[in-house]
């Protein structure tokens, strides 16, 4: 993230995301796989971790093998070729795009750093219970169910696919192949995010 001036001199904060060049893995048509579909790779892979199943895949499209493969469902039938190169010019005259990224793992969390509880109070009687939950369920009664499915409670956090939508696209450097969004995108620095038109905001 870093921060730049607009047309008024406001500052706005926002998220440099490196858009390709992304290389045409395989091309899905209806006829052959079913549906309309773009698989794309990016990033390369040191010869000594390449695998004989991914070379083979990234042979028949002229190119080696990839570290972030995706596939990408299209409404037509592609008229990319295998080997083609996307690059960031395809967002020149998008205003607004969602990101899909994996949010950053906290590990084993409390339940109050995990869901934003407030904990009890630290006045006179409640003795070393300050971070605790309290009552998480009933056993007694009619139902006797104890905890229930999906109960706020400690566990692990973060690691999780996360969309982030309407980001409005700042600027576009097409020399560079940098997208410039406003605001954070799920992900650590030099992660690997998933980058389509809004579909929620026109």
Do not use: W
């Amino acid at each position: 993230m870093t921060r730049v001036y607009d047309d008024k001199g406001v500052i706005v904060p926002v998220t440099v995301l490196q858009m390709g060049p992304c290389t045409v893995m395989q091309v899905k048509t209806e006829q052959t796989d079913g549906y309309n579909a773009l698989q794309l790779g990016f990033g390369e892979i040191k010869k000594s971790r390449q695998k004989e199943p991914q070379k083979g895949h990234a042979k028949k499209a002229n190119t080696d093998p990839k570290t972030f493969v995706r596939e990408v469902r299209l409404n037509d039938e592609p008229q990319q070729q295998l080997g083609d190169q996307l690059k960031v010019d395809l967002f020149a005259d998008i205003k607004y795009v969602d990101v899909v990224g994996t949010t950053k793992g906290k590990g084993f969390a409390g339940f109050i750093k995990r869901h934003g509880f407030k904990g009890q109070l630290a006045s006179h009687g409640v003795e070393r219970k300050h971070r605790s939950p309290g009552s998480i369920g009933v056993v007694s009664g009619n139902t006797g169910r104890g905890i229930r499915k999906g109960k706020k409670m400690s566990g692990h956090m973060g690691c999780e696919r996360k969309t982030t939508k309407n980001h409005q696209v700042v600027s576009v450097d097409v020399e560079n192949n940098l997208l410039i969004v406003k605001g954070p995108v799920a992900g650590s620095n030099n992660g690997y995010v998933t980058v389509s038109q809004a579909k929620t905001k026109k």
